[in-house]
């Protein structure tokens, strides 16, 4: 598989650029015309010229082909110990879409050189950061697969990761508690919600999970409470980091299904 560079910001650096141009070329104009012209040209200029740098950037069966990162040749899979897909938890006040990057944690004895500028969020370890994804054509999901597919086991994905936190959890079983199936099947729909990297149907997500939440029916036996909520809390709060409710109601945004600020990092 390989991978296109996405045309977005090269599209945003010839606009600035042609408005730089247009302002400067403009008769009598002010002082602060002349600023404005002159910054458009810079931005515009500079996004250009990082957006023309060649790239290259190939998926396969013997391993990866790169021209990033000052890394430029073909790197082996036996050269890398993990290949790891790190994504900025989303938080829903915030428009634009999560960071979302790769990171490769080179193998013992590998010869592939630094910067290793990132962190692997598993173990610490160095990393070279490779790519940031919002900067390509494919989607999260596709270069996933592939991943998945060509590098195997030495493929993380931090999406999944987070998610598997709330698998295979055992709450003890007493009296006045949480239905037990209602909570799994809660459960279930938070960590689906995990996987949801778009505003809206995240939003909607969250908004789905505190309703269900809120109607949670409890019996003479079943989940302690007290361990539950705790869960739930955690799992909210990865859904999605919301502001405090008076700063929703200020920004217009939808209040909380439950009638109360969520719990904030």
Request: glycine fraction near 10%.
């Amino acid at each position: 598989m390989e991978l296109r560079r996405s045309r977005g910001p090269l599209v945003l650096g010839l606009f600035f650029f042609v408005a730089g141009v247009f302002l400067l070329g403009c008769f009598e104009l002010t002082e602060i015309g002349w600023i404005i012209g002159l910054l458009a040209l810079l931005i515009g200029g500079g996004i250009v010229l990082a957006e023309r740098r060649p790239f290259r950037f190939q998926i396969g069966p013997n391993g990866l082909a790169v021209r990033v990162a000052g890394l430029n040749r073909a790197v082996p899979w036996a050269e890398i110990d993990a290949i790891i897909l790190d994504q900025d938890v989303p938080t829903i006040n915030v428009k634009k879409p999560p960071y979302s990057g790769l990171l490769l944690v080179p193998a013992a004895g590998s010869t592939i050189d630094g910067p290793f500028d990132g962190q692997s969020p598993l173990d610490g370890r160095p990393a070279l950061v490779l790519l940031d994804l919002a900067d390509v054509k494919q989607s999260l999901d596709e270069v996933a697969a592939a991943l998945a597919r060509f590098a195997g086991s030495r493929f993380i994905d931090v999406r999944h990761q987070r998610r598997a936190r709330f698998e295979s959890l055992d709450f003890a079983v007493g009296p006045g508690g949480y239905d037990p199936a209602r909570v799994d099947e809660l459960i279930r729909q938070g960590r689906d919600g995990l996987l949801i990297d778009e505003l809206l149907p995240r939003w909607a997500a969250r908004a789905r999970f505190e309703q269900a939440r809120a109607e949670l029916p409890t019996g003479e036996l079943g989940y302690d409470r007290t361990a539950v909520d705790a869960v739930l809390d955690e799992l909210a709060v990865l859904i999605a980091r919301w502001p405090d409710l008076d700063d929703r109601r200020h920004q217009g945004d939808p209040p909380d299904q439950r009638g109360q600020g969520a719990p904030s990092d």
